[in-house]
């Protein structure tokens, strides 16, 4: 579902059709959840920036990876709005962008793209026959979608270092000991007898 459009009641119909068409085509191979109208039974992102689009194909496996989102357009949603404010946002997901355009439109959807470097993996054109739309692969991108872009590293300001607090070491005071102090007192000299002369 256009966040920006309200298509005609017959128009809108008709784009429902489509998409619960696809959703029983590729529920063979996928784990396919749709939301036609205003249903939002799975979207990409979270919070208020999540998005709805008209198809989600996952992998049967364990952990249901998301492997494609399929949008569905009309001749009245194709256009700059609608491009910026939904096909680039499902490009920049980690899954493959399929999208479905009116046969007379797949020109405008192309130029759309190249012109706002919006990445749609396939482009597949469609019109009614009879009671029943056919489908036609008219664009394939073989490059690898780009990948998103990493958040920037929050950087953390340090914590205020604490200088080291200088100690002072108390001087060891010498101590005096029998071998050899600074502080042993000299030794003191042997008084000499007087000799006396005798007389002759």
């Given at each position: 579902m256009s966040p920006i459009l309200v298509r005609p009641v017959r128009e809108q119909l008709e784009h429902d059709r489509i998409i619960r068409l696809l959703h029983a085509k590729f529920r063979r191979r996928h784990d396919a959840v749709m939301n036609p109208g205003n249903e939002q039974n799975a979207g990409v992102g979270s919070g208020s920036s999540a998005l709805y689009p008209d198809l989600l194909l996952m992998s049967q496996e364990r952990g249901h990876k998301l492997q494609v989102v399929v949008e569905i357009e009309t001749g009245e949603s194709v256009n700059h709005l609608e491009a910026l404010a939904?096909?680039?946002?499902?490009?920049r997901t980690r899954a493959a962008f399929h999208l479905y355009v009116p046969a007379g439109m797949v020109d405008v959807a192309r130029r759309l793209s190249e012109d706002n470097q919006i990445h749609v993996s396939e482009i597949w054109s469609y019109h009614i026959v009879g009671d029943q739309p056919r489908f036609t692969l008219v664009h394939r991108n073989r490059e690898a979608p780009p990948?998103?872009?990493k958040p920037k590293p929050v950087l953390k300001a340090a914590p205020p270092h604490a200088e080291p607090v200088k100690t002072e070491r108390a001087a060891k005071r010498p101590t005096g000991g029998p071998s050899g102090s600074?502080?042993?007192?000299r030794a003191k000299a042997k008084p000499t007898k007087a000799v006396k002369k005798q007389k002759r």
């Open positions: 939904q096909w680039a946002h499902f490009a990948p998103p872009p600074k502080s042993k007192s």
